[in-house]
């Protein structure tokens, strides 16, 4: 470890003394366990850790208030997914429960996919999710979503092409 990264470790490890336990508490407000509000409070000093060469800051709370409220949204919103997602499995009597394991890796998946399309529209993302998920045609996806022929065919090329992109980065 070079000194550059011995000051740096140190910075951090400053600013984790002085407002982990303020972070934790305000963490605790919003999410339903103090073992949550910990763990994002950890990541939160983690991400800060691994972010390169972190000057003094001036305003360490609001730095560290943006980056806990983002990984405190990536939580919800994984929650959100795997809810959707046993709600689904819920509603097909037909195909027999998951095993465990075939479960975490599914979940897994969605989270990998929900990620690659990140930052994309509502209607780009439920259309490739419609098709690939649902296995639905692009005249259905047209009329679930409300939308024309086209505008799926345009949709899908977006998304897969993000995909293929953020997947060969």
Known sequence: MSGADTSHSDYVGGLFRSHYDWLCGRLHRHLDSRAHAEDIAADTFVQLLSSPGVAPIRQPRALLTTIAQ????????????????????????????????????MLEALQAIDQLL????????????????????YPEI??????????VSDYMTRAVNRCLRLCLE
């Open 118 to 137: 990140d930052g994309l529209p509502a209607k780009v993302k439920a259309t490739f999710l419609l098709s690939q998920l649902n296995g639905l045609t």
């Open 70 to 105: 983002r990984l405190m949204y990536q939580l919800w919103r994984r929650r959100d997914l795997e809810r959707a997602y046993l709600d689904a499995l819920d509603q097909d009597e037909t195909s027999p429960a998951p095993s465990p394991e075939d479960l975490a890796q």
């Open 142 to 151: 047209a009329a679930e979503l409300g939308i024309s022929q086209r505008s």
